[in-house]
């Protein structure tokens, strides 16, 4: 009878100790999820934090394309070999934001607590995510391919109509011309050098269409890290900011040898192209600032947005580093395969730099 006593005793004991755990644990992820406000919140130096990164993403964003654009410049000129050099360093920096700065968060926060079960019972939608926005990429390139090929085609039909009628105007008056004076024919020859400048055209329509969803990746993650800057606590605030400099700094550079890969035909476009990075992150810490009292990092909404917009981000710059920029400039480039060893490795080098510099900054940013 006592030990049925005692057996009874434990179990309650052990069962009242379970449940207790169990509200524990619900306990300190309510707590979690809560908004804790931000003890002696330095707005003077969040403020600046703007004027920081503005500065340095400028600077990183403007200068391949000055470099580019001052005076004109020649194939193996010190403008040339720096140019190159900071064209594959920002492929390896894509390459590198999104593989260690933008997975890597979607994941950590799919797997937050402060979702919904839903949400918690699948592993992988970071990954589900990444692969719907490359093959939306995908779709959008072909549907533009397809366009443009369209548009070729009625150029081609044109051009060859006019070509034919100005071959028979030809043949008309030639014939007026040598039964009154004599002589021979002169024939006219392929007249279709336009038709070259349309397919270039094409070509640039297509880098432009690169450019801008490259930058769509971009902007994406930059309005989040500049909202995370401005609500993030204060003794982590000086080293992610820190962080955030070199972090702006190396994608600016990317994004601005990139826009000096497309041939615009007014000088303000690319400046525009740029500055929209360069405000977007600015953008974003005057947001955080503005609704930092309101603004909980760690609710269901942000955190999921947050997910979401990575895993898109991550998906965009995937997409162009391996299929845009490594593979069209590297694997299938001929000049690029035509060009001396030297250039080769210093290119390779170059892109590995960017990326191990990028990883880097992922400890801290």
């Known amino acids: 009878m006592n030990y049925r006593l005692i057996f009874i005793t434990l179990s309650l004991f052990l069962l009242l100790n ?82 260690v700065h933008m997975l890597p968060d979607a994941l950590e926060n799919f797997s937050s607590p402060c979702l919904t079960q839903g949400w918690l019972s699948y592993g992988a939608f970071a990954g589900v995510f990444c692969m719907i926005a490359s093959f939306a990429l995908q779709l959008l390139e072909v549907a533009s391919v397809s366009h443009m090929n369209k548009l070729r085609r009625k150029k081609q039909s044109k051009l060859d109509a006019e070509v034919g009628q100005a071959y028979q105007n030809n043949e008309k008056v030639q014939d007026e011309a040598l039964s009154v004076h004599g002589g021979s024919k002169h024939h006219i020859g392929d007249e279709h050098g336009h038709a070259h400048g349309m397919f270039l055209e094409g070509d640039e329509a297509m880098k432009h269409i690169g450019t801008y969803i490259l930058e769509l990746g971009i902007i994406m993650h930059s309005i989040i890290i500049g909202i995370t800057l401005a609500v993030t606590k204060n003794d982590e605030f000086n080293t992610l900011l820190i962080a955030l400099i070199f972090h702006q700094f190396f994608e600016g550079m990317a994004l601005g040898t990139r826009l000096n890969e497309i041939n615009y035909d007014r000088w303000y476009k690319p400046v525009l192209m740029g500055l929209l990075y360069i405000c977007t992150t600015p953008v974003g810490i005057a947001i955080g600032i503005g609704i930092r009292s309101s603004y909980n990092p760690n609710s269901y909404s942000a955190i999921l947005a947050q997910a979401i917009l990575d895993s898109l981000s991550a998906g965009i710059l995937l997409y162009n580093a391996y299929v845009s920029l490594m593979s069209l400039e590297i694997s299938h480039n001929t000049a690029f395969h035509n060009a001396s060893t030297a250039r080769k490795v210093c290119s390779f080098i170059s892109m590995y730099v960017g990326a191990g510099l990028m990883s880097l900054i992922g400890e801290w940013a």
């Open 18 to 99: 379970q449940v207790y755990a169990q509200d524990a644990d619900a306990s300190q992820e309510q707590d979690a999820c809560q908004l804790i406000p931000i003890e002696n919140y330095n707005l003077g130096f969040r403020v600046g934090s703007i004027f920081i990164i503005l500065t340095t993403t400028t600077i990183g964003t403007y200068t391949p394309i000055l470099l580019h654009r001052i005076s004109p410049y020649k194939q193996g000129d010190a403008r040339d070999w720096i140019l190159t050099i900071g064209k594959f360093f920002g492929t390896g920096v894509i390459l590198a934001t999104a593989f």
